[in-house]
């Protein structure tokens, strides 16, 4: 019995169509740095600002695909380190590891 082939699922990044025009990224980060713990608090209003019922709000949700990552540096910040993670780099310096 022969099996057929499973369908991939759309990959992410590649853009998000709309009729017939892509929506562009925004990408947001917040603590990059574990001390930078104001960021978890901007990135909490962005949140909140981005899923209301504001018109401007809803105005970006139509005209942009938002890519968010609420805390890029979690080991650093749960094991309390100031600018590193648990490897002793700087996420802000070495991006594509993430």
């Known amino acids: 019995m022969k099996r057929e082939p ?5 990959r ?3 853009g998000f169509t709309v009729g017939t025009s892509c929506r562009p990224y925004q990408v947001i980060t917040a603590r990059v740095h574990p001390g930078e713990s104001n960021g978890s608090w901007v990135m909490k209003g962005t949140l ?4 209301s019922r504001d018109p401007v ?3 970006l949700r139509e005209n942009f695909v938002f890519k968010i990552i609420p805390m890029l540096n979690p080991d650093g910040v749960i094991n309390g380190k100031y600018v590193t993670c648990l ?4 996420p802000q310096l070495h991006l594509s590891y993430y």
């Open 48 to 51: 909140e600002f981005l899923v």
């Open 12 to 14: 992410y990044g590649h």
């Open 6 to 10: 499973e369908k991939s699922m759309p």
């Open 87 to 90: 490897v002793s780099f700087d």
């Open 57 to 59: 709000a809803k105005l």
